[in-house]
């Protein structure tokens, strides 16, 4: 009986230690969210400055700059950080740019995925919060 109430009393508190874990993933700002997507995606000099930025060809705007310096996280990490907003953002965005804007998405892709490792696991779902890639 004691080993009982031991054993539980153990697997409690690692529950515990588990969901404060989870609890204390730190979330990217949210400071762009407001951007309105569909007014950059339809906007070809707006597209293309972002990925110059991404590609390291030119200045970055501030929202730009903060998207390159999470998006290697993001990215490993399957996007755990990100809001739910971010998550929808970037499977409009990444799908925007694979059907309007080939070339430059495979040299995104080169650049920040060389092995084609993420966006492999982002087709097959299980990138980007366990969904399925929506048509934007």
């Not at 000099?45 to 030119?58: E, I, N, P």
């Not at 903060?66 to 739910?84: S, V």
Request: net charge positive; aromatic share 8%.
């Amino acid at each position: 009986m004691k080993i009982w109430v031991l054993v539980v009393m153990s697997v409690m508190t690692l529950l515990v230690v588990r969901a404060e874990e989870a609890r204390s993933v730190t979330k990217y700002t949210t400071r762009y969210d407001h951007l309105n997507l569909d007014v950059i995606l339809n906007n070809r000099r707006l597209v293309m400055s972002y990925v110059d930025c991404l590609l390291g060809k030119k200045r970055c705007s501030p929202d730009a700059s903060e998207l390159k310096r999470t998006l290697p996280d993001a990215l490993a990490t399957r996007c755990a950080k990100c809001t739910t907003r971010q998550r929808e953002g970037a499977r409009r965005v990444i799908g925007h740019l694979e059907r309007q804007f080939p070339k430059e998405f495979k040299l995104l892709l080169e650049k920040w995925d060389p092995t084609g490792e993420h966006f492999k696991r982002f087709r097959e779902g299980a990138g980007f919060g366990q969904t399925t890639v929506a048509a934007s």
